[in-house]
């Protein structure tokens, strides 16, 4: 059974219609990117399937035991954001959020859990330090460890690695490989088309409407693939790894 089932699923804003025609599937273990031109309506999906967003026609399921509060969410970060005056440990523990309910407390699984996410990410040894007073990389670390203490199932990204450095973006996806292998399924949203061929198992292609979904294989030889990335799809020059 799917975790997420688009079916003819449409999503907008003051009344326009941002992206419809959805419909697509995503599998426990499934890694599926979302690429498009700016505008095509990456974004506004994303607000879709975490019920920020009612569908304006057709539905997003769920399924396999997954609830919209298990599911983990790195948004793009703002500028207010960076300068967020709070300790490393704070603001990973503050993605238990999500899962306290009325409890006015975080419990010893809540701050176990935290512990956990900053070794798991390498952010041990940063644990007291000011939020606002590190690098892009490490604060983009610190914010993944946030969203994994909201799900052990299901983690959304949109463009994680905006802003980062070539050194930065490539240690985070390295991370978010790892994290997909050891079971969490991703759907991520990003720009850079050539490391989701090279990463993800799946591809979704939007142009205000879904112009491609399946696997990556298949993508880079489709005509929607061939146009998007250029010569190279077809020539065999993208390595893919899954």
Not at 145 to 157: E, I, P, S
Not at 180 to 208: C, E, F, K, P, Y
Request: aromatic fraction near 6%; include cysteine; hydrophobic fraction near 35%.
């Amino acid at each position: 059974m799917a975790l997420i089932t688009c079916q003819d699923a449409s999503f907008g804003y003051e009344g326009k219609t941002a992206v419809s025609g959805l419909c697509f599937s995503v599998h426990r273990g499934d890694y599926l990117c979302v690429v498009g031109e700016n505008g095509s309506g990456k974004s506004t999906l994303i607000q879709g399937l975490l019920r920020l967003k009612a569908p304006q026609a057709g539905s997003v399921l769920m399924g396999d035991g997954l609830r919209s509060d298990e599911i983990g969410y790195l948004p793009q970060q703002t500028a207010v954001q960076k300068d967020f005056p709070a300790s490393v440990y704070e603001v990973v523990l503050s993605g238990c959020l999500s899962r306290r309910g009325l409890r006015p407390f975080y419990t010893r699984r809540d701050k176990a859990d935290a512990e956990a996410n900053m070794e798991r990410l390498g952010l041990t040894a940063l644990r007291s330090h000011c939020y606002r007073e590190l690098s892009g990389g490490q604060q983009q670390r610190v914010r993944l460890a946030r969203a994994l203490c909201a799900t052990k199932t299901l983690l959304l990204l949109d463009e994680p690695v905006a802003g980062l450095d070539p050194v930065m973006t490539g240690e985070l996806y390295r991370l978010i490989k790892s994290l997909n292998g050891a079971g969490l399924t991703i759907i991520m949203v990003s720009h850079d088309v050539r490391s989701a061929v090279r990463d993800a198992s799946h591809i979704l292609q939007l142009q205000h409407t879904q112009v491609f979904f399946g696997r990556t294989e298949d993508y880079v030889t489709s005509r929607a693939g061939i146009e998007f990335l250029g010569p190279s799809a077809d020539n065999g020059e993208l390595r893919i790894e899954n």
